[in-house]
């Protein structure tokens, strides 16, 4: 992905971030860039959808809410996107 697509999917992850009801299409997103060309990049986006999403899935089933696993799924994608846009300055 190119910087500018980095920057409007940060913003578009800054904009759904506000609500566990928007997972669904975060999650959209992620896969999405799971088939990115930087093998870096491509790595930490598998490495989220192995781990923080079935934690935030598994969270969710058991108690109906799971605000925490979603913030901090939301977080790691947020962060991996962030470090993208400034390898790619």
Request: glycine share 2%; proline share 3%.
């Amino acid at each position: 992905m190119d910087k500018s697509q980095l920057e409007d999917l940060a913003a578009f992850i800054r904009e759904q971030r506000s609500s566990e009801s928007n997972f669904e299409k975060i999650y959209a997103k992620l896969e999405e860039v799971n088939n990115d060309e930087d093998p870096e990049f491509k790595s930490a986006i598998s490495d989220i959808k192995e781990k923080g999403v079935p934690t935030y899935q598994k969270a969710k089933e058991a108690s109906g809410t799971a605000w925490p696993e979603f913030e901090k799924f939301v977080s790691e994608f947020e962060k991996t996107v962030t470090e993208a846009i400034k390898k790619a300055a």
